[in-house]
T-cell receptor, first 109, second 113 residues
Framework: RKEVEQDPGPFNVPEGATVAFNCTYSNSASQSFFWYRQDCRKEPKLLMSVYSSGNEDGRFTAQLNRASQYISLLIRDSKLSDSATYLCVVNRGGNQFYFGTGTSLTVIP | NAGVTQTPKFQVLKTGQSMTLQCAQDMNHEYMSWYRQDPGMGLRLIHYSVGAGITDQGEVPNGYNVSRSTTEDFPLRLLSAAPSQTSVYFC????????????FGDGTRLSIL
């Protein structure tokens, strides 16, 4: 079983829509969780860390459900510039990070 | 402050050749790592380092060597290139070991013929 699994999509949504991505992780000892954004042929960039109590950064909300071992990312009021691949990243508390394969989002005018 | 700098950006090699991918960071980060990204596989950790003189293997270390003689530099060496090593390689760093978010370089696209 993969450490981290994501629905690859693609998600095609109109501007202004709300879209949610889920990511599941296999190891219950995982301690740190992140969402990264990767534009086509570019490097991944940190979007936000995910905290146990959930956290929000503008139009982006991240949630962690330890009991079900999944994290989610909600994007409200989607913009064209949100089109990218969103990567779920998990760390068990050591020095190794595990990346999901990414979920592709296209926001349509 | 350049962040994480990778060179070269593109490289084509023949099977059996060796080469070194360079990675440097100017943020005084303790933790550095190398990943490869292949279609449908996500990023996979090759090697990482938690400080000068300390390196360890990640998920897919075979065929690659690393060293960390300074805090700033973390080169990745391909000993004898194989077509299976065709990939996009990313170097990343973070301030501390153990779960801190990472800053990535802009990648090296490597093709092995």
């Amino acid at each position: 079983r993969k450490e981290v699994e994501q629905d690859p999509g693609p998600f095609n949504v109109p501007e202004g829509a709300t879209v949610a991505f889920n990511c599941t992780y296999s190891n219950s000892a995982s301690q740190s969780f992140f969402w990264y954004r990767q534009d086509c042929r570019k490097e991944p960039k940190l979007l936000m860390s995910v905290y146990s109590s959930g956290n929000e950064d503008g139009r982006f909300t991240a949630q962690l459900n330890r009991a079900s071992q999944y994290i989610s990312l909600l994007i409200r009021d989607s913009k064209l510039s949100d089109s990218a691949t969103y990567l779920c990243v998990v760390n068990r508390g050591g020095n190794q990070f595990y990346f999901g394969t990414g979920t592709s989002l296209t926001v349509i005018p | 402050n350049a962040g994480v700098t990778q060179t070269p950006k593109f490289q084509v090699l023949k099977t059996g050749q060796s080469m070194t991918l360079q990675c440097a960071q100017d943020m005084n980060h303790e933790y550095m790592s190398w990943y490869r990204q292949d279609p449908g596989m996500g990023l996979r950790l090759i090697h990482y380092s938690v400080g000068a003189g300390i390196t360890d293997q990640g998920e897919v270390p075979n065929g690659y060597n690393v060293s960390r003689s300074t805090t700033e530099d973390f080169p990745l060496r391909l000993l004898s290139a194989a077509p299976s090593q065709t990939s996009v390689y990313f170097c990343a760093s973070s301030l501390q070991r153990g779960g801190q978010p990472q800053h990535f370089g802009d990648g090296t696209r490597l093709s092995i013929l």
